[in-house]
């Protein structure tokens, strides 16, 4: 499913809790990660927020993470730098 960044916006809800894995996002939503904090992992196939979100079992830092596949922004989750 495609999310828009105003769809969002209108949502009220925290990102995390407004996407899905696998969900589509638009180019206003991409540029919001890029723009709301220095983002932490950013080159053309991957974006990852510049504050951790969470922590996994190990105590390594999770980021939210856009990946791009087929030309496409794709929320991927929230994983450890570098998208793993």
């Known amino acids: 499913m495609k999310k828009s960044y105003e769809e ?10 407004f996407v899905q894995e696998g ?3 638009d180019n206003d939503m991409v540029d919001y990660f890029i723009k709301v904090l220095p983002p932490l992992t950013w080159n053309s196939n ?5 504050e951790a979100y969470d922590f996994d079992g190990n105590g390594k830092r999770r980021y ?3 990946e791009k596949k ?3 922004w794709i929320y991927t989750g929230v994983k450890v730098r570098g998208g793993k």
Not at 8 to 17: G, N, P, Q, T
């Open 46 to 50: 991957i974006i990852q927020m510049g």
């Open 64 to 66: 939210l993470t856009l």
């Open 70 to 72: 087929d030309g496409e």
């Open 8 to 17: 969002w916006l209108d949502s009220k809800k925290c990102f995390a809790d």
């Open 23 to 25: 969900d589509i996002v």
